[in-house]
């Protein structure tokens, strides 16, 4: 079955640095690839997503970057600010599949 | 208002007692899973239905049942079998195969008491 890599677990940055998140996933059949963000007790949401017939996507201060040779893909937020502080998830799915895979998350924390 | 609902959100066990927590969604969603969130563990897949009167076992199924009799629901019960039950509890569903994204619930935090 998949597995997927993310790394770093933890991540602490000062308002207005970038952040890099990475997953690594071990199928190659997979396909799509989500992000989730999940603030504090709350239940994760999808904030950007990309698949496989693309590169690069961009959502204002978030981009999401895809290799499929390597089997990585980034979550990239730009000019981070406080409220961008939560734990964020990379998935990996193939369209055969159901069930998505989960990496394990970082904890994103954004000091002032 | 479509989406997914959870309930309780908190909730409090004796050892030894079996409890119900309760998934519903409105989305008309195929599948429906359901997953423990412990700190530093990431999102672990417990038992998933992919339609009604189906489920298969994830990767920490034991202590854990189900059920899937409506497709709207998909309650999981938690046993007096799994030994350490305490936990964040996310309901999740998906149209089905196919690239889309999961839609989660707000969770259920079960704590024994």
């Known amino acids: 079955g998949e597995n997927v890599e993310q790394h770093p677990s933890t991540l602490s940055v000062q308002e207005g640095d970038s952040a890099v998140i990475k997953c690594t996933y071990s199928d190659s059949a997979s396909n799509y690839f989500p992000w989730y963000k999940q603030e504090l007790g709350k239940r994760p949401q999808l904030i950007i997503d990309i698949r496989s017939n693309v590169g690069e996507k961009k959502d204002q201060r978030i981009a999401v970057t895809l290799n499929k040779t390597a089997k990585h893909f980034s979550l990239h937020i730009t000019e981070t600010q406080p409220e961008d502080s939560a734990v964020y998830f990379c998935a990996a799915k193939w369209g055969g599949s159901y069930i998505p895979t989960f990496g394990r998350g970082t904890s994103l924390i954004v000091h002032p | 208002d479509g989406g997914i609902t959870q309930s309780p959100k908190y909730l409090f066990r004796k050892e030894g007692q079996n409890v119900t927590l309760s998934c519903e969604q409105n989305l008309n969603h195929d599948a429906m899973y359901w997953y423990r969130q412990d700190p530093g563990q990431g999102l672990r897949l417990i038992y998933y239905?992919?339609?009604?009167?189906?489920?298969q076992k994830g990767d920490i199924a034991e202590g854990y049942s189900v059920s899937r009799e409506k497709k709207e629901s998909f309650p999981l019960t938690v046993t007096s079998a799994q030994k350490n039950p305490t936990a964040f509890y996310l309901c999740?569903?998906?149209?089905?195969?196919?690239?889309?994204?999961?839609?989660f619930g707000q969770g259920t935090r079960l704590t024994v008491v």
């Open positions: 239905s992919q339609i009604v009167n189906d489920f």
């Open positions: 999740a569903s998906t149209p089905g195969q196919g690239n889309t994204e999961a839609f």
